[in-house]
Nanobody
Framework: QVQLVESGGGLVQPGGSLRLSCAAS????????MGWTRQGSGKERELVAAITSGGSTDYADSVKARFTISRDNTKNTLYLQMNSLRPEDTAVYYC????????????????WGQGTQVTVSS
């Protein structure tokens, strides 16, 4: 079992930056593939970024070169550094985890956080 708690969301102006954190507890953090998924109002859920237990990463085309996913296995924490934010990045951002990377990539990870709201607006 893994419990995930996101933090770091908020209101930011276009072009600004935010760093989301996801604190994990309850199991060995390092063995899990992790990801960030978002869902905007009236939009479908979208995988933003994913990271394997070994640190390999994948990104949605819409966030490449702007967002960076990382993990600190010593602190059981997942991060998402978001730069050059745009209004279309406005969404609830969810941290998720699974034993398999494929489940994270295709959007069916077993474990989910409660989400944190990111609003990009002037």
């Amino acid at each position: 079992q893994v419990q995930l708690v996101e933090s770091g969301g908020g209101l930011v102006q276009p072009g600004g930056s935010l760093r989301l954190s996801c604190a994990a507890s309850g199991s060995i953090f390092g063995i899990y593939a992790m990801g960030w998924t978002r869902q905007g109002s009236g939009k479908e859920r979208e995988l933003v970024a994913a990271i394997t237990s070994g640190g390999s990463t994948d990104y949605a085309d819409s966030v490449k070169a702007r967002f960076t996913i990382s993990r600190d296995n010593t602190k059981n924490t997942l991060y998402l550094q978001m730069n050059s934010l745009r209004p279309e990045d406005t969404a609830v951002y969810y941290c998720n985890a699974d034993h398999t990377y494929r489940a994270v990539i295709v959007g069916t990870p077993h474990y989910w956080g409660q989400g944190t709201q990111v609003t990009v607006s002037s």
